[in-house]
């Protein structure tokens, strides 16, 4: 027979629950329901003339082909640096795991770049690379590459890959250590006794039993590339060469905070919106059928 | 008992205390100046506070730094639109045209002088500065504050190395195309770069070389202005460039300041960027250098011209309280007065907005202890303004900045041709333009 607890006021449910969904008012729905509501107006900075122009924001975004080749430029740099951020976070989590010897001090180190600011980590990595005057550079110049990420699309999306990932595998790292100490040593020994190496350990016994963190953090890992990176591009490479850099979320930010097109940029804002619930939407659906719990 | 009766006797000295204070608060009135000076401009305009707010008593004058220009813009608006605006804001120059429509936010800067019986002469103000800010009937708008221009900047060192006479720069752009090519030769990485290459290479260029940048002056004349830099003269000289480029002779270095840093590590023996980054070159090279004159094309009729002014003024907000504008007015005109200016002009780099301070600051010997330094207010001063050399008022100015930067890129990088890249920058920056009336007009 199930056992339920159930309240017996009617009214302490709501209250227990109120605080919660106060919260997710004001902070979500409002905002969103607001950007919704500027998508559909031109309006001038001083908010002096406001115009009701329905689907016209979206209309001239969509006849724009640099937008367009936005969302290309958007898919790519959030794959890499979801893939890039989570692979190297579990490999040194994975190393760190069986490190003994000072183990706390690698492990602060490995957690100290997310205390860092996107725009700053954007700018140390420019410090490193720059064209001019970058450590990195220099070393690359002696080896006969040209490393030019002014004029070099490649490159350019390169250096925020970097900057972005560089900043994120501290939280990747953190989730996956928890995961990894939380796998029973028993499973692991017993595969040990009947002969599996390492590798073989790790696949079929650890990577499994992560896969709910993996699953958590690929969530995560996507919505931080779609919406947290602006300040990334915006300190090094404002969105060139061209516009080989100019993520969806970068040109939110350009069109709205620095160039004051409110309307335009609300209309941004829902198309972003629109996309990562649609890819969240999709990975509960696909892909956390996969994931063991 | 005598505990607690002293701590009574302790708040009730407090409370009094805070009333007195309280009061006192309210007999000043406060002006808040919110604006984007940094480093050492941030200390000097902290200064220039000080001292107004020391030479009376019924005002105080409170110097924010609210971030980056475009950030202080956004904030000041966002405080307008809340209901609770700044008293004064400074704005960048491509933020005039939204400044300028933005109908009753605004309190213009004539009328605030003429209302507040404050001595007030736009004559008295560079024309080329003036002209910038001013309304279609010539009246300032807002108050001009830090105003550079472009000029060039080489270095003695590579020049002498590369059998170069510094003493005699390159005046014209195939002189400049010819002492690259020499420092090129003699093993400098980099002959010539550029800063802000909108900005000089192409609005200020137009304006140096009198063709124009867009229709109705250059936007002066009102709302419906469209772009039209992709003229010949513009044409050539970014194809010139672009053929430079490809021989190494240019080396593009970035959209804004960074190229700066391109020449004073040495890198680059010749840079065009603003007059105002004199200050930083002098603490940072370890070369000789000068400023020289911003290059021409000889064979352009009406060449040089005048360049156009960059940097910011200061705009008023409308106040609820009308008592506020009196000081402000009273503020300004200590702003603009010669001494404060000139001492500004010699502290920043920036030029000096008024023709009684550029005139103190020569009595004082200032270009003779440093050559070169006037050669900005030399270039603005050189002609006086036409149409095509007043300045540029568009709007959505910072998103077609934009383009032409990207479009530059695919110039530099080769993927587009001169004619290609200017005829899409012009066709994009128009959609930017038409947007902005939508959003502007009744």
């Keep these: 027979m199930e056992k339920r607890v159930v309240f017996k006021s009617p009214w302490l449910p709501y209250a227990l629950v109120a605080p919660q969904l106060a919260i997710t008012l004001v902070f979500f729905f409002w905002p969103a329901s607001q950007a919704l509501y500027w998508s559909l107006l031109i309006q001038d900075a001083f908010a002096a003339r406001t115009q009701f122009v329905w689907f016209d924001n979206f209309r001239d975004l969509f006849n724009d082909p640099h937008y367009l080749a936005s969302f290309q430029i958007t898919a790519v740099f959030s794959i890499l640096v979801t893939v890039i951020g989570l692979a190297v976070a579990l490999l040194l989590a994975v190393f760190a795991d069986r490190v003994v010897r000072g183990a706390k001090v690698y492990k602060t180190l490995l957690i100290w770049p997310y205390a860092v600011a996107a725009a700053v980590a954007a700018v140390l990595w420019v410090f490193l690379l720059n064209p001019t005057l970058g450590v990195v550079t220099h070393l690359l110049r002696a080896l006969g590459y040209d490393w030019n990420y002014l004029l070099n699309a490649r490159q350019a999306l390169i250096l925020i890959v970097i900057a972005a990932v560089w900043k994120q595998i501290s939280y990747n790292f953190l989730f996956f250590l928890a995961g990894l100490q939380s796998v029973p040593k028993s499973l692991i020994e017993a595969a040990a006794i009947d002969g599996a190496g390492p590798a073989r350990r790790f696949w079929t016994i650890v990577f499994p039993m992560l896969s709910p963190t993996t699953f958590f953090l690929l969530v995560v890992n996507i919505v931080y590339a779609f919406f947290d990176t602006f300040a990334i591009v915006d300190a090094a490479t404002g969105g060139g060469p061209v516009q080989a850099t100019a993520i969806l979320v970068f040109k939110v930010y350009q069109d709205g905070v620095q160039a004051l097109d409110l309307g335009g940029s609300a209309a941004q804002s829902v198309i972003l919106m629109a996309i990562v619930i649609a890819l969240t939407v999709a990975q509960f659906r696909f892909v956390e059928r996969k994931v063991q719990y | ?442």
């Design chain 2, 1 to 442: 008992m005598m505990k607690s009766g002293n701590s009574t006797l302790a708040r009730a000295a407090l409370a009094v205390a805070l009333f007195a204070l309280a009061t006192q608060a309210q007999a000043v009135t406060e002006i808040q100046w919110w604006h984007s000076m940094t480093g050492k401009l941030n200390d000097i305009v902290a200064d220039i506070a000080t001292k107004f707010n020391a030479s009376q008593t019924e005002y105080k004058v409170t110097a924010i730094y609210k971030g980056q220009y475009d950030e202080s813009m956004t904030a000041a608006i966002a405080a307008y639109r809340a209901g609770n605006p700044p008293q004064i804001v400074q704005v960048f120059e491509v933020g005039t045209a939204t400044m300028m429509a933005a109908k009753g936010a605004v309190k213009p800067v004539y009328q605030l002088m003429a209302e507040e019986h404050e001595p007030f002469d736009s004559k008295g103000f560079l024309g080329a500065v003036a002209s910038y800010y001013s309304d279609t009937s010539g009246h300032l708008i807002s108050m001009p504050f830090n105003s550079s221009t472009q000029v060039l900047y080489i270095n003695d060192d590579a020049f002498k190395k590369a059998g170069l006479d510094p003493a005699n720069p390159p005046k014209t752009w195939p002189e400049v195309e010819q002492a690259a090519a020499k420092l090129k030769a003699s093993g400098a990485a980099c002959g010539f770069t550029t800063g802000w290459q909108s900005w000089v290479q192409l609005e200020s260029f137009s304006a140096w070389h009198n063709v124009p940048f867009a229709t109705l002056q250059n936007g002066l004349g009102g709302m419906g202005t469209r772009l039209e830099f992709n003229g010949p003269v513009q044409v050539k000289h970014i194809q010139n460039l672009a053929d430079w480029a490809k021989k190494g002779e240019f080396t593009y270095k970035g959209r804004k300041d960074e190229p700066l840093a391109a020449f004073t590590s040495g890198e680059c023996g010749m840079i065009t960027t603003s007059s105002g980054s004199y200050a930083n070159i002098k603490a940072n090279a370890k070369f000789a250098w000068r400023t020289a004159t911003l290059p021409y094309y000889a064979d352009v009729k009406g060449a040089p011209q005048n360049t156009v002014i960059g940097g910011a003024t200061l705009w008023v907000l409308n106040q609820k309280d009308k008592n506020m504008y009196k000081g402000i007015a009273k503020f300004f005109t200590y702003l603009s007065s010669a001494e404060v200016q000139e001492k500004w002009h010699a502290d920043t780099g920036y030029v000096p907005i008024t023709l009684t301070a550029y005139d103190l600051a020569k009595q004082k010997g200032l270009y003779t202890e440093r050559p070169g330094f006037d050669i900005a207010i030399k270039e603005l001063t050189n002609k006086p303004p036409t149409a095509n050399s007043k300045g540029l008022r568009l709007g959505n100015f910072v998103q077609i900045r934009n383009i032409i930067d990207e479009e530059l890129e695919n110039v530099w990088s080769g993927q587009k041709n001169a004619k290609q890249a200017l005829d899409e920058a012009v066709k994009r920056g128009n959609e930017q333009l038409e947007r902005f009336e939508r959003a502007n007009s009744n």
